[in-house]
């Protein structure tokens, strides 16, 4: 009985294994199709992009019914991701203008290495000159990107254990979002490359008081946390982009999911994973997601089901879902890289994709950037693109034909 019952465990786990493979196999096949599509797309596109570009500025949205692309000067915090999407697209296409394109913009936005007012040296930094850096190894990136990481570090408040996010404002004393958390990359990539320790430090702290002060008891973030800089406690908890104090703004949670999945792959502190998972377990499972898995700008948005997507935030869930399935087995794993595949093949298909010639040289469409601010709302956005590409690249690199 005992020798049976081995058996007939031994011909599940067989049976599952090669369903799985065969599943696999058939996703890695349409997945390989459309990863080469996209990039091709991508390469067409932004040739069209590289055109409307200003000398002096970086592009952040189209505005369609004026035929005009709106375009930002280099402190702005998309200002990397225009380099940065180039940049991959080049590694895919291997199109000499657009790595010629990719080397301008990093040349127009490199003073932004001493910036001190806000947070998003990562955004900016790392996302353009940490891809060029690893692409092709020219120290002087490597230096400018070790400088904007002191840049940031600057804005670390010791008595708040975090980075302040934005400078004090009508709305806010001392102000840190949960955006910060992309910018931890950054500081864990240059104390992993010789640079200062204490930025890793910097990165441990500020993502401990993140899950402390942020993290609601279903994983769900606040946008906002006010702190009292002299007396070192909160002063509320809010939003300025999202919904309500009390939602869940769709792409804070996107970047919450990465920031975290991101701090586990430098530290290895399984703290950090187990936020991630229960970010995604958030995320994947609530009722208001919808089948295509492209969020709603806000969770907990009125008007749905026709309140607007944010398909942003469903390009930077896809890429970091891409990252955590690797920290994860079995079932668990194969929930991650699905729901990925996903929001990858909604984000391809014509609902949310551009046409050839659209959208002034943009991928993704149906993006918004700020609702309650009435700001870039139904349009693409750069970063979009940018998570997009990287999710595609990771899939590629970590998936496609393992």
């Known amino acids: 009985m005992k020798n049976s019952f081995l058996l007939l465990l031994m011909l599940l786990a067989f049976t599952f294994n090669s369903f799985c493979y065969a599943q696999s196999t058939d996703r890695n096949t349409k997945m390989s199709k459309l990863i080469s599509e996209n990039f091709a797309l991508a390469d067409s596109q932004y040739q069209i992009m590289m055109t409307k570009v200003p000398a002096d500025q970086l592009p952040q949205t189209f505005d369609a019914k004026n035929n005009q692309l709106i375009s930002h000067e280099i402190t702005w915090w998309c200002t990397g991701f225009y380099p940065g999407s180039l940049l991959y697209i080049y590694e895919q296409t291997n199109n000499e203008k657009i790595k010629q394109e990719a080397l301008r913009a990093l040349k127009v936005i490199e003073p932004n290495q001493t910036y001190t007012g806000n ?110 800089v002299a007396k070192g406690t909160v002063r509320r908890k809010a939003t300025h982009q999202g919904a309500a104090n009390t939602s869940a703004w769709s792409r804070g949670q996107a970047w919450g999911l990465y920031g975290f999945t991101a701090m586990y792959r430098f530290t290895k502190n399984k703290v950090y994973l187990d936020q991630a998972k229960n970010i995604a377990q958030f995320y994947l499972d609530h009722p208001n997601l919808p089948a295509d898995k492209i969020p709603y700008w806000d969770f907990d948005a009125g008007q749905q089901p026709i309140a607007k997507r944010d398909a942003s935030a469903g390009a930077i869930t896809a890429s970091a879902l891409m990252e955590l399935a690797q920290y994860a087995t079995g079932k668990e794993k194969e929930k991650y890289i699905a729901a990925g595949v996903q929001m990858l093949e909604s984000l391809s298909s014509p609902a949310y994709r551009s046409k050839l010639g659209e959208n002034g040289g943009f991928l993704i469409k149906h993006c918004v950037g700020a609702l309650t601010l009435n700001s870039e709302i139904d349009v693409p956005l750069i970063y979009a693109d940018y998570y997009f590409l990287e999710a595609l690249k990771r899939y590629k690199d970590w998936y496609l034909n393992k």
Request: charged letters at 20%; a neutral charge; proline letters at 4%.
């Open 119 to 228: 947070h998003d040296l990562g955004f900016m930094m790392y996302c353009s000159f940490g891809n060029a850096y690893r692409l092709f190894k020219d120290e002087k990136y490597k230096q400018i990107i070790f400088r904007s990481a002191e840049s940031l570090a600057t804005r670390y408040k010791p008595s708040i254990k975090a980075i302040q996010s934005w400078n004090k404002n009508v709305y806010f004393d001392c102000p840190v979002i949960i955006d910060n958390m992309m910018n931890l990359e950054m500081m864990n990539w240059v104390s992993a490359q010789g640079g200062n320790p204490l930025y890793k430090e910097i990165a441990a702290i500020h993502s401990n008081t993140s899950i402390k002060e942020f993290y609601r008891p279903d994983f769900s973030s606040y946008h906002v946390v006010d702190f009292d």
